[in-house]
């Protein structure tokens, strides 16, 4: 439901997405609706999620500011930090704002601030009352685990962007995407993915190994990917088995990689949605810390791994708050191997999208 008239769709639209990098891939349907009733679309964004609102079709603009109430290294609210977002906000000029949030966090900071800063119309989901602080606000029953893509679009159209006819309203990216072949070597390979931002997401980084040995066992070629403070883990994990490409890759060619692999084995983090964005298949290593309803790989191909029942179930932690880390520990390499053979089997691949998708 929606209190408040829908926005007069026109002008120019900032659109607040200030957490990870999967969380800004996960408003990319949203955004397209916003963007094909919009003359231009700013995007404010962290630093974690900067490069992937840069990959965002739709997106005219980034901005970036870190959100004290939103990034997980609680940076300091002070007056100096606000003078520079309401500088950053005046600038853009926006004649409309959308406050996307996951269900655990609030949007009325935000709206405080935009308001402070000018802006005319706000919209944005929130069980609390917003006073003046919203011009739509939406109310969402946060005791459904929907989707978030899901659920930003549900913001988008009570705010009067609803997606264009014919949008397929899947992850998405800019393309072309750059080069990699010289990194990878031809596609059709399985990428493995080790790195997290939160540990309580992680799959062990010794379960990570065996797994390449046996998808190379099995016949697979195998790129090992992670960022640059991740060269040690990638190295481990790779072993001498792998390509191992930790580093090497900005976000973008990051998503070239997946986009030439066959099946990406990967935790609950950026990389999977990224996957998702290039319809690559995700063996989705999933900590139940957050919902799996809410935060598996968007309609892609794709196989849930790990006990979704565990102690940690909803907890959010970002450390494991359970000894052993049995939520993920008990996966084997051997259920990875299957899982990928049941992802690229051409017989199993329909199956698979209806069963995941």
């Known amino acids: 439901?929606?209190?408040?008239?829908?926005?007069?769709?026109?002008?120019?639209?900032?659109?607040?997405?200030?957490?990870?990098?999967?969380?800004?891939?996960?408003?990319?349907?949203?955004?397209?609706?916003?963007?094909?009733?919009?003359?231009?679309?700013?995007?404010?964004?962290?630093?974690?999620?900067?490069?992937?609102?840069?990959?965002?079709?739709?997106?005219?603009?980034?901005?970036?500011?870190?959100?004290?109430?939103?990034?997980?290294?609680?940076?300091?609210?002070?007056?100096?930090?606000?003078?520079?977002?309401?500088?950053?906000?005046?600038?853009?000029?926006?004649?409309?704002?959308?406050?996307?949030?996951?269900?655990?966090?609030?949007?009325?900071?935000?709206?405080?601030?935009?308001?402070?800063?000018?802006?005319?119309?706000?919209?944005?989901?929130?069980?609390?009352?917003?006073?003046?602080?919203?011009?739509?606000?939406?109310?969402?029953?946060?005791?459904?685990?929907?989707?978030?893509?899901?659920?930003?679009?549900?913001?988008?159209?009570?705010?009067?962007?609803?997606?264009?006819?014919?949008?397929?309203?899947?992850?998405?990216v800019r393309r072309p995407l750059p080069p990699v072949g010289h990194l990878t070597g031809p596609p059709g390979y399985v990428v493995v993915h080790p790195g997290v931002t939160a540990p309580a997401r992680a799959w062990p980084a010794e379960r990570c190994a065996e797994a390449v040995r046996a998808l190379r066992a099995a016949g697979y070629r195998v790129v090992v990917t992670g960022g640059p403070d991740e060269r040690a883990l990638t190295a481990a994990v790779a072993g001498g088995e792998a390509v191992d490409l930790g580093g090497l890759t900005s976000f973008a060619e990051l998503g070239a990689v997946l986009d030439g692999a066959c099946a990406v084995v990967v935790a609950n983090t950026g990389a999977a949605h990224l996957a998702a964005a290039v319809r690559t298949p995700v063996v989705s290593l999933f900590a139940p810390v957050v919902p799996a309803a809410r935060w598996a790989p968007y309609r892609v191909p794709s196989v849930l791994l790990g006990d979704q029942g565990a102690p940690c179930a909803a907890s959010r932690a970002r450390v494991c708050p359970v000894p052993g880390h049995p939520c993920l520990a008990g996966v084997t390499a051997e259920q990875v191997v299957a899982a990928v053979r049941e992802l690229t089997a051409p017989t199993q691949r329909s199956v698979t999208a209806a069963r995941h998708g």
């Open 1 to 172: 439901m929606g209190a408040g008239a829908p926005f007069r769709a026109t002008g120019t639209t900032l659109v607040v997405r200030t957490d990870g990098a999967g969380d800004v891939l996960l408003a990319g349907p949203a955004i397209r609706a916003v963007a094909a009733r919009s003359r231009r679309v700013v995007l404010l964004a962290g630093p974690g999620g900067r490069a992937a609102a840069e990959l965002l079709p739709g997106v005219d603009e980034v901005l970036e500011w870190r959100t004290p109430w939103i990034d997980p290294d609680r940076p300091p609210m002070t007056g100096e930090r606000a003078v520079e977002l309401l500088g950053l906000v005046r600038r853009a000029a926006p004649d409309n704002a959308l406050i996307f949030t996951s269900f655990h966090q609030s949007a009325l900071p935000m709206a405080l601030m935009l308001r402070l800063a000018g802006v005319a119309r706000i919209a944005a989901i929130s069980g609390d009352y917003p006073g003046a602080l919203l011009d739509v606000r939406h109310v969402v029953d946060e005791s459904i685990d929907v989707p978030e893509p899901e659920r930003m679009l549900g913001l988008a159209t009570a705010a009067g962007f609803p997606p264009e006819p014919g949008d397929d309203l899947r992850l998405a």
